[in-house]
């Protein structure tokens, strides 16, 4: 009897697997929009090739900024979009931002779109090409910034400058906040959130860069998914100093602050922060598994069964998908004594997290304290900020949003996810609740690759991609 009812049991609960598989269906997708969205491709990629020719690279170190480059810029983009200048009311502050405000039909729920200007840094000698010549290569435009994210602020310029050629309105008052100082977390953006919290504006979407289009991130899923970061993790720094005696290496201790130190790293190492279905991923998992082959399928239509075996395969296999899990840590900077045959008296390390919202900065200094264990190690934040909170996907500014991906790379699939990086958006969350990071390229897995990386380039069919997706979404916003 006993044995007929497991078998019953087990029916049942195979049973109940294969039907909620059935049922995990796509979810419909906006169809393509039937009218063209013709654009000036050729007018758009003579316009990012002098952007790029500009070399904008900030620094931490004032006296490393080259003011007169960002000033070029700033004059170049009057050049360039004489119409959006007329019509929008233009203001610098803090350096190097830049805020454009274009009215609309109404003032409630404006929307802020977002950019950088300035770029990394470069080692010329490593380049194919020179990386701030501009030029186009086998239908690549080459130069630092072409990725990230000079094309952005093109794309937004370059279709507002064409629609109020044809006289268009937008229906929502519009802000274009453009930082000059985002690669080094500059003071920018939060200068731009304090300017327009002042006034009393509350955006209704702010959208800044973050996902594409891209291929081959999910098994067996063979459309290209449009993700759109609904939330970014929080950044932290934390360094961690180990004391012990110091004086002729000759004479060393039992353990010395650089095995002190080692022995604590090695400990955080070997204890991660948990693993958990964060929401994003929960979205992601239930908008791309549908369209999986039929074994992934199963396991992501029953999370309540299976949600243990996807959280401890993110961590074996490590990625972009186990750190949208997790807090994740990385030890990325360590020093000791100046010279070879004297032992230091302490030793640091620095430890560089990005945190899921379930993790405060607290939180991962008291997870740090506890693992490492040693009344020897200190364990102090240098910087940190929480995550940011989550965008609404019910909301009309991301069906409107999704909208616009849908109709521009047609087939795809649009999903939210985390953004495991950071950007300037993070400090918009202070006066906006929905917080979008697109950057609006479809990319394969080498040219993602090449963000702040040797060789950035972007196809130029791209570009006029990008200014048509801006297009579609001005008209709808």
């Known amino acids: 009897m006993i044995g007929w009812i497991l078998l019953g049991l087990a029916v049942c609960f195979v049973a109940v697997l294969l039907v909620r598989t059935a049922q995990f269906r796509p979810k419909a997708q906006q169809n393509a929009a039937p009218q ?32 007169a480059q960002f000033a070029a810029f700033r004059a170049l983009l009057r050049r360039q979009y004489p119409k959006v200048f007329a019509a929008c009311t233009y203001e610098e502050f803090d350096h190097t931002e830049m805020l454009f405000h274009w009215k609309g039909e109404t003032a409630e729920s404006p929307v802020v779109l977002m950019a950088h200007y300035d770029v990394v840094p470069v080692v010329p000698e490593r380049w194919a090409h020179p990386p701030f010549c501009g030029e186009v ?9 072409t990725l990230d994210t000079k094309i952005t602020l093109l794309g937004v310029l370059e279709s507002a400058e064409a629609l109020l050629a044809q006289g268009f309105v937008p229906k929502h008052d519009l802000y274009f ?44 899923v063979t459309s290209p998914i449009a993700v759109i970061g609904i939330g970014e993790k929080g950044p932290m720094n934390v360094q961690i100093t180990a004391k012990s005696t110091g004086g002729h290496a000759s004479q060393p201790p039992r353990h010395s602050a650089v095995g002190i130190l080692s022995r604590a790293i090695v400990a955080c190492e070997n204890h991660p922060f948990r693993a958990e279905l964060t929401d994003p991923i929960r979205a992601m998992l239930e908008t791309v598994g549908p369209h999986a082959p039929f074994g992934l399928r199963l396991v992501l239509a029953n999370l309540w069964c299976f949600g243990g075996l996807i959280t401890a395969a993110s961590q074996k296999l490590g990625g972009e998908l186990n750190a949208m899990m997790r807090t994740t840590m990385a030890f990325t900077m360590a020093e000791g004594s100046k010279q070879a045959n004297v032992l230091p008296n302490e030793a640091k390390a620095t430890v560089n997290l990005r945190l899921i919202n379930s993790t405060t900065t607290e939180d991962a200094l008291a997870h740090l304290t506890r693992v490492i264990n040693d009344p020897d190690v200190e364990v102090k934040m240098l910087e940190g900020m929480n995550a940011s909170p989550y965008a609404d996907t019910a909301s009309v500014e991301y069906r409107l949003l999704a909208e616009a991906v849908a109709e521009t790379w047609q087939g795809c699939i649009v999903s939210p996810y985390l953004m495991i990086a950071c950007s300037d958006s993070r400090h918009f969350s202070k006066i906006c609740n929905n917080v979008f990071k697109f950057s609006a390229m479809q990319l394969s897995k080498a040219q993602r690759a090449l963000i702040h990386n040797d060789n950035e380039r972007i196809p130029v069919t791209e570009i006029g991609k990008t200014v048509e997706f801006f297009t579609r979404l001005l008209q709808k916003l």
């Open 36 to 67: 063209a969205c013709p654009v000036d491709r050729d007018t758009a990629v003579a316009h990012l090739a002098e952007m790029v020719k500009i070399p904008t690279v900030s620094s931490p170190d004032p006296s490393n900024f080259d003011e």
């Open 137 to 145: 290569f086998d239908g690549e435009l080459w130069g630092r910034g």
């Open 177 to 220: 906040a453009f930082a000059g100082d985002e690669e080094v977390s500059g003071t920018g953006a939060p200068a731009a959130v304090e300017l327009l919290r002042s006034r009393g504006v509350t955006p209704g979407m702010v959208l800044d860069e973050g996902g594409a289009v891209v291929d081959g991130i999910f098994p067996g």
